[in-house]
């Protein structure tokens, strides 16, 4: 696990971008399983909606773990 923290720490922008690949991949591979009548331009708008929604959640996430890391390091130095 710390491995995989540290390579994320040191490529966060190909690390965004994965996740990203890797969310639209999987709403095209959920959304062409279901028998809808959308059409396939919809289901690609769809796919990269349900990315963005993903990528955003995880910067907030990943703000939120600097913000929270940063504060404690700042904590344990003015000890």
Same mark, same amino acid.
């Given at each position: ?29 959920? *959304?062409? *399983? ?19 929604? $993903? *990528? $955003?959640?995880? $910067? ?12 404690? *390091? ?6």
């Amino acid at each position: 696990m710390e491995g995989l923290q540290s390579w994320v720490s040191e490529h966060k922008l190909t690390s965004i971008g994965a996740i990203w690949a890797t969310a639209v991949g999987a709403s095209m591979a959920y *959304t062409s *399983t279901k028998t809808t009548p959308f059409k396939p331009s919809l289901r690609i708008i769809h796919a990269r909606m349900h990315a963005q929604a $993903l *990528t $955003l959640a995880v $910067l907030s996430g990943a703000a939120l773990y600097h913000h929270y890391e940063k504060s404690t *390091t700042d904590h344990n130095h003015q000890k």
